[in-house]
């Protein structure tokens, strides 16, 4: 019986029980010391080096049922010397055979020493107890060379029917304990267990006839051709195996590739890939990282450990400081076997949940569109953990996970800017619903305005606000563009809206915007231009305006002959942080046919794919060829049109505001 080398306890009563197993096989084995016929040294010396030898090789005939090739070797070492010597040669054996284990070697010490004695123990019991039972019946003698072949055989059975029934009521208890298996699997696996034990039989029967007919040499001779033949079953059993692990990944992968193309949720992705890669691998430790190179983090949404899943965690992404960032860095898959070859990096840690020392680690980058965005790996206290099978395995779950996980994010950006295209209409819409709908009237002046956002919202705005004594006309622009610009300008319009019916005086007006917007544009790194302008109901037929300016491009009027002239107005923009600006006004009478302008710098600032500008040469003269006899809103689409023939095939690259007045 092959005793498994995970069998570690998990709990103190498994402990417990562990000990006392080793306790009562070192009681048993100084009690029956006196038995052991020395005599019989060479035989015994020979089985030992065959159990051994067994064992060391792990020549395992019936590997899926935990069953070796050492169980016929301990049925001849008693049949052929006695209940005691078998027992030292199987609890020997189990110790020097598992003490080279990887698993075992992989154990804290205290496990180890632990795990070594339980199994040695385990074993001197079942050989002196089956042995015991078996010289009973052949009447407690030491010789079968008077047993005839049936005999032989009978006794044989009889010894592996005792052998499975101790091993049954000594070994199963200790599995169950530690909570290794449970009572449904042993019943499922037990009568399996018994046959491969039987299967095996022959062999031990083999090994006493060739002993009674030839002697040592024979014994020797047949033994180890036993082992040879088991080792050529076992290597065309795991060539097989390997085989069918492939064709089982193989099949896997598969199922796990379609199922990835189904799913657009990175989440969903990730744990796919840890349901299907903890069985593809047959690992107990997985981690993924996912890269995020714009911020510089290494994150990690899934770090499963002994099985047990670990919070998610983040963090800086340092060149070298560990497996994952090195790999990211190099875009190599990394297979390290050996604490050494971990050791012989630059990179520092392993990502694992507790951080608990790795002999094995497996990486794979994750590549998609020629970018890495992640790493897959395994890990393993064992060393020579993988192989280059695992290394292909692994790396073909990476790319299907890259492909997946890239799919998620392209469909969650698309998502993103499809929302935020929605929300700009909104805001576009939201936008232009604050700016006038018509032109005001007003006797003796024909007003037209326009505001061109360069892209969906912008910061230019201009307002018309009537009362009973004045019309006043404000036109402003935001620096920079975009939400943040849209918002302080709406912000802009409505305090100019809500204190146009109270003040009376363009230079009050703005020196009042700029004490309320200050707080706000300071806040966002902004300023506000804006010009105002007023005009009085009382002269309709020789209108005269009162003009203030924060920023803004000077108003310029065309005069009927044609000549235009740029208006002396100045002032620094509204909410510039620790200065307390004050602003002047100027008085400019329009007379009939003369034209007055008021722009934001966008039509001027307006340039050609090369560079050059629309510039204020260009924009002056435009003013001086616009078609003043058709009206104000003539005069603005020809202003528009000059602009857009110049730039064109670009766009505005600013927004552009215009609002024209006209004496009539």
Aim: proline content about 6%.
């Amino acid at each position: 019986m092959l005793v498994s080398p995970q069998s570690k306890p998990s709990n103190h009563i498994a402990t417990f029980y562990s000990i006392g197993i080793c306790l009562m096989s070192g009681f048993a084995l100084v009690a029956a010391w006196p038995l052991i016929n020395w005599q019989a040294w060479p035989v015994m010396l020979a089985l030992l080096l065959l159990a051994i030898g067994a064992r060391r090789l792990a020549f395992n005939l019936g590997k899926l049922a935990g069953v070796s090739f050492d169980t016929p070797v301990h049925f001849a070492t008693i049949a052929l010397t006695s209940p005691i010597a078998g027992a030292l040669v199987a609890g020997v054996s189990a110790i020097l055979g598992l003490l080279f284990h990887p698993k075992i070697k992989a154990y804290p010490m205290r496990h180890r020493l632990l795990t070594l004695s339980r199994n040695g123990g385990m074993f001197i019991l079942m050989q002196l107890g089956s042995g015991m039972i078996y010289r009973a019946a052949l009447g407690g003698t030491h010789s079968i060379y008077g047993a005839s072949s049936w005999q032989l055989w009978a006794l044989a059975l009889l010894w592996i029917v005792a052998y499975h029934l101790i091993n049954a009521l000594i070994g199963y208890p200790m599995y169950l304990l530690s909570r290794q298996v449970t009572l449904v699997s042993v019943l499922k696996q037990d009568p399996k267990v018994f046959l491969a034990e039987l299967a095996t039989l022959p062999a031990g029967v083999l090994l006493v006839a060739i002993y009674r007919a030839e002697g040592l040499g024979g014994l020797i001779v047949l033994g180890g051709g036993l082992i040879a033949v088991s080792a050529m079953v076992q290597r065309l059993a795991n060539t097989s195996q390997r085989l069918s692990a492939q064709l089982k990944a193989s099949h896997s992968l598969t199922q796990v590739g379609q199922a990835l193309s189904a799913l657009l949720d990175a989440e969903q992705v990730i744990d796919l890939i840890y349901q299907h890669a903890m069985q593809i691998m047959n690992t107990r430790n997985l981690s993924i990282a996912i890269y995020d190179p714009i911020q510089q983090l290494v994150h990690y949404p899934l770090v499963v450990e002994d099985g047990k899943r670990y919070p998610t965690k983040s963090t800086p992404f340092e060149s070298e400081a560990g497996l994952t960032e090195h790999i990211i860095n190099s875009r190599r898959p990394l297979c390290l076997n050996t604490s050494e070859e971990i050791s012989r990096l630059p990179a520092r840690t392993i990502a694992t949940g507790t951080g608990v020392h790795m002999q094995s680690y497996l990486g794979v980058p994750m590549v998609a569109r020629d970018n890495v965005i992640g790493v897959v790996s395994v890990q393993s206290r064992l060393r020579d953990a993988f192989t280059e099978d695992d290394l292909h395995t692994l790396a073909t779950l990476a790319q299907q996970a890259a492909i997946s996980i890239d799919n998620s994010r392209l469909v969650r950006d698309l998502a993103v800017r499809e929302r935020m295209k929605q929300e700009l209409e909104i805001a576009r819409r939201t936008q232009l619903s604050l700016l006038p709908q018509s032109a005001p009237s007003m006797p003796g002046l024909d007003i037209a305005g326009v505001s061109m956002p360069a892209i969906e919202v912008g910061g230019d705005f201009y307002s018309y606000h009537t009362t009973p004594h004045y019309l006043s006309i404000a036109i402003g622009d935001v620096s920079g563009k975009g939400m943040p610009a849209a918002l302080l300008m709406a912000l802009s319009a409505g305090f100019i809206e809500a204190e146009a019916p109270r003040v009376a005086s363009p230079a009050v007006m703005l020196a009042n915007a700029d004490r309320a917007l200050r707080p706000h544009a300071i806040r966002s790194h902004l300023n506000v231009a804006c010009c105002y302008v007023l005009a009085s109901h009382n002269c309709p037929n020789n209108p005269t305006f009162r003009i203030a300016s924060a920023g803004m491009p000077s108003p310029i009027v065309r005069h009927t002959n044609g000549q235009v002239a740029w208006l002396d107005t100045c002032g620094l923009p509204l909410g510039i942080p620790d200065v307390q600006p004050e602003y002047a006004e100027i008085v400019q009478p329009l007379l009939p046919g003369e034209v007055m302008v008021l722009a934001s710098d966008g039509i001027i600032e307006a340039h050609t794919p090369h560079g050059e500008m629309f510039g204020f040469d260009r924009f002056e003269a435009t003013v001086a060829a616009a078609p003043v006899e058709q009206g104000a809103q003539a005069i603005i689409d020809f202003m528009i049109s000059q602009m857009q023939s110049f730039i064109r095939p670009g766009t505005p690259q600013d927004d552009v505001t215009l609002v024209v007045i006209r004496a009539i």
